[in-house]
């Protein structure tokens, strides 16, 4: 069972020391708007592998591509803006640490900053992103563990002000998908208890902040 660090919009300065390699976990997971180097340090010190979606605050990652270590954008090599070593899910079905993740990034569009979407622009990248878990699936027979975003679904753990609506095309998604876990950021607590929803056989979860969770 793949034990896990899951951080997003929130950093812990106790967790940016030496201090987190106590913790043992098989892989990070973040789920945006956090410092890429903040999880770099993370996957770096505790010598595991990071995956991630982008957050709202994040830079643009759109247009890289990464081959053999070396980034390049628009046929040149560039310095990749994210986290050295982490792999970006958004918008991709990827398999890290024996756990596949289906990954959209990003928040509703309230104004004109990177990694944000209208609802119909999120839910064309999600029936693109179905489209890959489904053709990934017949290839090996293996479906999506994890659905990480960083904006919860439209009426699940949203809130009512504009930059903090959820996104519609996630219901639709996890129907299709049948994730046991959408992991999400993007909703701050400030401190309140924030029980996981469900929605059919998926369990929605908060992760602002930092979570450990074992994946069964």
Not at 29 to 39: E, F, K, N, R, V
Not at 149 to 177: K, M, N, Q, V, W
Request: glycine share 12%; charged share 25%.
């Amino acid at each position: 069972m793949p034990k896990a660090l899951v951080v997003s919009d929130e950093v812990d300065e106790r967790l940016w020391t030496d201090a987190v390699r106590a913790v043992s976990v098989d892989l990070v997971i973040g789920a945006g708007d956090l410092p890429y180097d903040y999880l770099a340090f993370l996957a770096s010190a505790l010598d595991v592998p990071c995956v991630f979606v982008p957050g709202n605050h994040d830079p643009d990652l759109s247009g890289y591509t990464r081959y053999g270590g070396l980034s390049m954008k628009d046929g040149f090599p560039t310095v990749w803006p994210g986290p050295a070593g982490g792999v970006n899910a958004d918008g991709r079905v990827v398999d890290v640490a024996g756990l596949r993740f289906a990954g959209l990034g990003g928040s509703v569009r309230y104004n004109d900053g990177p990694n944000q979407w209208t609802q119909r622009q999120q839910a064309r990248r999600a029936r693109r992103l179905v489209r890959r878990a489904r053709w990934r699936r017949r290839r090996d027979g293996k479906g999506v563990d994890v659905l990480l975003t960083h904006a919860p679904p439209l009426d699940l753990g949203d809130r009512a002000d504009p930059p903090h609506r959820g996104f519609a095309c996630l219901h639709p998604t996890i129907e299709a998908l049948r994730p046991k876990w959408l992991l999400h950021g993007h909703i701050h607590p400030h401190g309140e208890p924030v029980p996981d929803r469900v929605a059919g056989e998926t369990r929605i979860r908060n992760v602002v902040g930092h979570r450990i969770m074992e994946f069964s």
